[in-house]
């Protein structure tokens, strides 16, 4: 059974930071294409970071380029956001995703952590 949990979401003020994590399981993590989405209610999912496999190539959406910063560790078959100037319309949910759609693989969600930040 395929498991992605995540966890580091939290209330921070503007200009804060924060550390999001993914840990996978029942998976072959290498494989993978590791995505960070974040919801807001009445808005459609958003990608924010990608980190793909094996070549590692990493993009970001325009909001939160020179703020945010993925990374995998393939060791603990973790994938990692780090968020840093947080802003107030950072605040979402944050979802986790493990993605081999492209290849005719499947694609599988976590359950999402709620990243508020607020003064």
């Known amino acids: 059974q395929v498991q992605l949990v995540e966890s580091g979401g939290g209330l921070v003020q503007p200009g804060g930071s924060l550390k999001l994590s993914c840990v996978a399981s029942?998976?072959?993590?290498?494989?993978?294409?590791m995505k960070w989405y974040r919801q807001v209610p009445g808005k459609e999912r958003e990608l924010v970071a990608v980190?793909?496999?094996?070549?590692?190539?990493?993009d970001y959406a325009d909001s939160v380029k020179g703020r945010f910063t993925i990374s995998r560790d393939p060791s603990k078959k973790a994938v990692y956001l780090q968020m840093n100037s947080l802003k107030p319309e950072d605040t979402a949910v944050y979802y986790c995703?493990?993605?081999?759609?492209?290849?005719?693989?499947?694609?599988?969600w976590g359950q999402g952590t709620q990243v508020t930040v607020s003064s």
């Open positions: 995703n493990a993605d081999r759609s492209s290849y005719g693989g499947e694609t599988y």
């Open positions: 029942g998976l072959m993590f290498s494989i993978y294409d």
């Open positions: 980190i793909t496999s094996p070549y590692r190539t990493i």
